[in-house]
């Protein structure tokens, strides 16, 4: 079975390098025909409706005809890289989806906050920054850098020079220690 996988491989590799440097409308017509059902099912059992995975699995195929050329075999195979790209545009298209429009947003001057929300917020603020300063120093430095700096983990990983696995450890237990100090 590994075998007739490989050569069904190789035979999807030529088509993108088909695709890539000749623009072969065949080549890709077949990766289509074979992909594109395949796309729109794994979209519609990761809980897509029906239309938006129409609509990923067709911007999917033209991402593979436009950018066949970043296509690595020694990477991923094809349907590796294809369904890498549809799961991304899925994703994608769920951010767009919860993203409010621009008639959702308010306009004009917001009401002024109610006396009683303004302590509780600024008690609530204290208790937080106390509880903050409790942390153990190597759990401070990342929480301030993640919420206060708005570093993404790898970028954290980037300047402090710690594995990534080790910023995701010592936030979440950052976090929860925040977490049992506020209760």
């Known amino acids: 079975m590994a075998n ?43 809980g897509a409706d029906a239309a938006l995975a129409e609509e990923c699995a067709q911007d999917v195929m033209a991402t593979l005809w436009q950018k066949a050329h970043l296509f690595d075999p020694s990477r991923a195979s094809v349907a590796t890289w294809i369904f890498t790209i549809a799961r991304n545009r899925r994703v994608d298209a769920i951010r767009k989806m919860k993203r409010p429009e621009p008639e959702d947003l308010p306009w004009g001057p917001e009401s002024e906050p109610d006396q009683a929300d303004i302590l509780a917020l600024q008690q609530e603020s204290a208790l937080l920054g106390r509880a903050i300063s409790r942390l153990p120093d190597k759990q401070k430095l990342l929480i301030e850098k993640a919420y206060f700096g708005d570093l993404s983990h790898r970028e954290i990983a980037r300047q402090t020079g710690l594995p990534l696995g080790t910023i995701k450890s010592r936030i979440r237990l950052a976090l929860d220690r925040l977490r049992h100090a506020m209760k």
């Open 4 to 46: 007739a996988t490989d050569s069904q491989n190789e035979h999807w590799i030529t088509c993108i390098v088909r695709v890539r440097d000749m623009q072969d409308q065949a080549a890709f017509a077949e990766l289509f025909h074979h992909f594109a059902p395949r796309v729109k099912a794994f979209l519609i059992k990761s």
